[in-house]
DNA sequence: TCCGCATATGTCGCCGCGCGATATATGTTC
DNA sequence: GAACATATATCGCGCGGCGACATATGCGGA
């Protein structure tokens, strides 16, 4: 499960979301360093849905723009359960294996300024 | 950056390994979920090493096999910490978010803001 | 002896999937 | 009426995960 598809499923696990809201949703879960495309938003919808972890929930006009619901399913919500406490051990586990390093803080201020790992070459 | 990614980043961040022991760390390190292909590996290891996270710290021929090692660099070592943190606070949302379910009462509104105390370090 | 498995390296191609671009339509704001 | 937010959906590019394959040594069992 790739962190964009984990982070709807976290989105329609607060409540029943839209699309649009979802996309709103991923990107205030995450800090807006997430952004839905509408292309990666769909594809883990129908992904989701296939796999049984997300339902259609309804329609509703609203101000006269159609809002297609959807619901995580209890499978999926045990999945993105298991997701998240997966999640934190690995979390746990990595900083336990890197340590306590020169600056464990959160260094605030600066962004990382780290370099992506595809990109640059 | 991806999560084999990522856990390859750790576990060199133990300590420099080669190839075939950072397959054997990551499976370690994931519960045995996680189980890298050679192809993976080595295309994770390039872009590691093109990013400037990885570098190669020499070879060492063990009962006639050749072992190629490799180390984190300080750079790939504030990265995977920076990784490291963003996934303990995702983790730590998600939870909140999953937490407080859908129509679970009358406070729907706001998950009560309250700041976590002494969250697991 | 030889077969299979673990150790150890690396390449190649398939294809899943993220994601931007695009199309379509309505309400609001300036 | 132009620009933007809201709201839906599709298409194709390309990165990257990953199995399959190639190659080589050491070891244990049949």
Redesign the interface.
């Known amino acids: 499960m790739s962190?964009q598809a984990?982070l709807v499923l976290?989105?329609l696990?607060?409540?029943?979301r839209h699309g649009y809201g979802v996309v709103q949703a991923v990107r205030a879960?995450?800090d807006g360093q997430v952004r839905l495309g509408a292309g990666t938003l769909y594809g883990i919808l129908d992904r989701a849905v296939g796999a049984g972890y997300v339902e259609a929930s309804g329609e509703v006009v609203v101000d006269g723009r159609l809002r297609r619901y959807y619901?995580l399913t209890p499978t999926g919500?045990a999945a993105?359960?298991a997701e998240?406490l997966?999640?934190?051990?690995?979390?746990?586990?990595?900083?336990r294996?890197?340590g306590a390093?020169p600056?464990?803080g959160?260094t605030t201020g600066p962004t990382?300024g780290?370099?992506?790992?595809?990109g640059?070459?």
């Open positions: 962190e984990y976290v989105a696990g607060e409540e029943p879960l995450s619901r919500l993105v359960r998240t997966r999640l934190a051990e690995l979390a746990q586990r990595a900083r294996a890197l390093g600056t464990t959160p990382t780290l370099p992506a790992l595809g640059t070459s």
